[in-house]
C-alpha cells in the first residue's frame, strides 16, 4: 500500500524533496498534502507540484490527512518542537532537513525524543545516496581497498551547513563504526541565515573504536581543488590498506589492482534528485520492514551530532574529548564566549 506522504515547510529545500517524487514508484509513496504558514509558498509550491491538498495548521493536516510520513523542511530552531508534535500526532515515518540539532541543549531533548518514541526519524543526509557514493562504498564494503586506515573529508561551507553531511559520509565509510575520542580546533563564528550557528573554520581529528582516523575540516581555509562558489567543494577521501578513493563534488579519483590510478568527472546536479530518491525510498522500507533501518536514523545523526559538540568542548577546553561524552546545556554559548562572537 502506498505511504501517503505530506511537507511540513515549502521554502526551497523543500523542492528538492518533492523533485525526488517524480523517480520514486508511485505504489511505495506519494505527496498528498502540504502545510506552510505562508499562504504564497504554500500556493506556489501545491501548483508546481500539483499537490491539492493545502494547509496553514498542522494540527488539521495531520488530523485530516493521517499522512505515514512527513517531510519536516523548517529551520532547525523549531526541529524539537515540530519532531515532538509530528511524535506526539503518532506520524510513523519522518525525514528532517539536516543540520538535525544547533547546539547541545536540543541535542538532549533529541536523545529523550529518539528514546520515547516510535516514529521513525530519519535526517536528510541526501548525499550519502547518491549513486556514485553508494558504488564507492560497496567497493569499501567489499573490501577493494583493504581495511580502512585514514579518512579525510571536508567542504569550504561551515559545519552547520554542508559540514554534517561530510562527516555522515565519513562515519558511512568507516562502517558507523563508534569514536573513542575528538580532538578539535575552531574560530570565528557566523550563524547563517539566524538559525544555523557555526564556527567559520572547525576542524577535527577523530579516533575511532576500530582503529580508523579520521581529520574532518568545515569552513574558512577546506581545500579546493576545482575553482568555483563555495558550496561546490564537499569532498572525502578513503585510504585503506591497499588502495584509496576520494570523491569531489564534480570527479573522483581512486586506486585499481594493478596501482594505475583512475580518474574522471561527474555532474553533482544529476546525481542530487537519485539520491534524495533513494533516501526516501529506504524510509519507505523501513517503514515495511523493522530490520531495514535507514542508515540515517535519527540515533546516528545524533551520534554524529555529539562529534561536533566534542569538537566546540575541545576548542574550549584545549584537550581531547572522550567519547560518548555529557555537553554542557551551554557549550554553545561557552564556545560563542570563547571566540569572541
Known sequence: MSCRCAFLGCGPRARGHAEAYKLIDPSLGEIVALCDMSAERLQAFGDQFDVPNRYSDLDRMLAEERPDV?????????????????????VPGVIVEKPI???????????????????????NHQLRHHPKILGFLRDVQEGKIGQVRCIDASCVLPMSGQGVHVLDLLFAFNGYAAPTSVFGASSGYDDINGHHPSPRSAESLITFENGTRAALMAGAGAPVFVAGPNHMHKRIAVYGTHGFLHWRMNGYERSLPGGEIESGEFDYREEDNPGQ??????????LADDDAVHPNNLQTSLDEWLVILAGYASTVEARAIDMPFDPADDLLEQFKRFVGA
Open 101 to 123: 540539532c544547533i547546539g547541545a541543549a536540543d541535542y538532549k531533548a533529541l536523545r529523550k525524543l529518539e528514546a520515547g518514541s516510535r516514529t521513525k526519524f530519519v535526517v
Open 277 to 286: 530518491a533513494n533516501l526516501t525510498t529506504a524510509l519507505f522500507n523501513w
Open 70 to 90: 512527513v517531510h519536516l523542511v523548517t529551520p532547525p530552531t523549531l526541529r524539537v518542537e515540530l519532531m515532538t508534535r509530528l511524535a506526539e500526532a503518532g
